[in-house]
């Protein structure tokens, strides 16, 4: 796991640790020390710790005109033991939040497990970013992630499944990409209306 690198192709365009309102602003990192890990797999140092011992993050881009973060994680999203959504609103999306941001695409390639707890965490932001038109989207996930997350009923707070699976973002532009997930989910929601 110490080799798969947070996607940096859209560094020219934000990062994370010079932007004033990012809550890993003036961050540091070290190439060459593997602090981080997930169980007793050492991460890369560019990923950034949220306070979960088996999730971790990178804010790829804001956008405070449009309003949306794409945000990559890594690692096992454990709502059961380490309540892994707490600490990620707590320590990184509430900050966003503070700022406008109230549409969050997660890109969850590196996403290697899930498990459930409740959902009042995920209803509770969902309900303060819904009042604002905002919306949270989970890409790339995992067909037995996507199976857990169902078990729990995340569905009714965040948008996944396989109009959102296999989509190529990284050859994308921040911008471009957000549209397309944006699409998708528009697009899916007509559909379950109909």
Not at 80 to 99: E, G, P, S, V, W
Not at 131 to 141: K, L, T
Not at 155 to 175: A, E, M, S, T
Not at 180 to 187: D, K, P, R
Request: charged share 25%; hydrophobic share 35%; glycine share 4%.
């Amino acid at each position: 796991m110490h080799d798969i690198e947070p996607f940096f192709g859209w560094r020219e365009l934000y990062v994370a640790n010079e932007d004033y309102d990012s809550p890993f602003y003036k961050r540091e990192y070290s190439e060459f020390t593997f602090e981080n890990k997930i169980y007793n797999y050492r991460i890369h140092p560019q990923w950034d710790p949220i306070g979960s011992s088996t999730l971790y993050a990178k804010i790829l881009y804001v956008d405070y005109i449009d309003n949306f973060a794409l945000i990559e994680f890594i690692g096992e999203w454990n709502d059961c033991l380490y309540n892994d959504i707490m600490y990620a609103r707590q320590n990184m999306i509430n900050h966003i939040l503070k700022k406008g941001i109230n549409k969050f695409v997660f890109f969850c390639d590196n996403v290697l497990n899930f498990h459930g707890s409740d959902d009042s965490y995920y209803e509770d932001l969902y309900e303060e970013i819904s009042e604002n038109g905002g919306w949270m989207a989970m890409v790339n996930i995992f067909q037995h992630v996507e199976d857990e997350m169902a078990k729990t009923q995340l569905q009714y707070y965040v948008n996944f499944g396989d109009h959102l699976c296999d989509i190529n973002w990284r050859v994308k532009k921040p911008k471009l990409a957000f549209k397309e997930i944006e699409t998708l989910i528009n697009v899916q929601v007509k559909r379950l209306r109909n």
